[in-house]
Nanobody, 114 residues
Framework: QVQLVESGGGLVQPGGSLRLSCAAS????????MGWYRQAPGKQRELVAT???????DYADSVKGRFTISRENGKNTVYLQMNSLKPEDTAVYYC????????WGQGTQVTVSS
């Protein structure tokens, strides 16, 4: 089993920044990649950004140029740096990890509002 714990969410004004963290623990050997997804009220969960442990990154078109996913060197912690936040970025953000299956964290709320 892999456990994922997200942190860093909160309330921010439009144009502001937040950095989310996701720490993996447990049986982390063999994790192939990690990613961030989000789910807004009344909407389906959608991909935000993914990172393979080989170094490839992918982003949703809506966040390209504003969000950056990264990994702490040699550790099973990934970050999502979110800049130029918009009200439409408001959602619960979930971290996941791919190994022998897909594991999910409990989510962290991000609210962008003035």
């Amino acid at each position: 089993q892999v456990q994922l714990v997200e942190s860093g969410g909160g309330l921010v004004q439009p144009g502001g920044s937040l950095r989310l963290s996701c720490a993996a623990s447990g049986r982390v050997f063999g994790i192939l990649g990690m990613g961030w997804y989000r789910q807004a009220p009344g909407k389906q969960r959608e991909l935000v950004a993914t990172l393979t442990f080989g170094g490839r990154t992918d982003y949703a078109d809506s966040v390209k140029g504003r969000f950056t996913i990264s990994r702490e060197n040699g550790k099973n912690t990934v970050y999502l740096q979110m800049n130029s936040l918009k009200p439409e970025d408001t959602a619960v953000y979930y971290c996941n990890a791919h190994k022998d299956g897909v594991y999910w964290g409990q989510g962290t709320q991000v609210t962008v509002s003035s």
